[in-house]
């Protein structure tokens, strides 16, 4: 069985960020549930951690795959595609990391 692969995107909101940026974001990763193969999982919101350790990133998007595969076909997949292209019009700046988790043998 391959590891799944945890997608983390952090995203600090530009000052200048559309007024509806949110509900964009929301409306796209429904999209990216529903139409990608091998999306296992899609969270995303505000933090609401009590360590105030976010750094002043405002915004998180958590997506499980089911492999490495699934990962990769997501990346250039049209229903990705205007969700990145959301985070890149409206961030300030933002991070990505991937994990692999489970068992890959």
């Not at 296992?40 to 492999?67: C, I, K, M, T």
């Not at 997501?74 to 300030?92: D, G, W």
Request: no cysteine; hydrophobic share 55%.
């Amino acid at each position: 069985m391959s590891a799944q692969i945890i997608h983390v995107v952090l995203v600090r909101w530009a000052a200048t960020a559309a007024p509806d940026v949110v509900a964009r974001f929301d409306a796209a990763a429904r999209v990216v549930r529903e139409t990608i193969p091998g999306v296992l999982e899609v969270a995303h919101g505000p933090s609401v951690s009590v360590e105030n350790l976010e750094q002043g990133y405002d915004y998180a998007l958590h997506v499980r795959f089911a492999d490495a595969a699934a990962r990769d076909a997501y990346l250039p997949h049209p229903s990705h595609v205007p969700l990145a292209e959301l985070i890149v019009a409206n961030a300030e700046t933002f991070v990505v990391f991937d994990l692999a988790v489970g068992d890959a043998s």
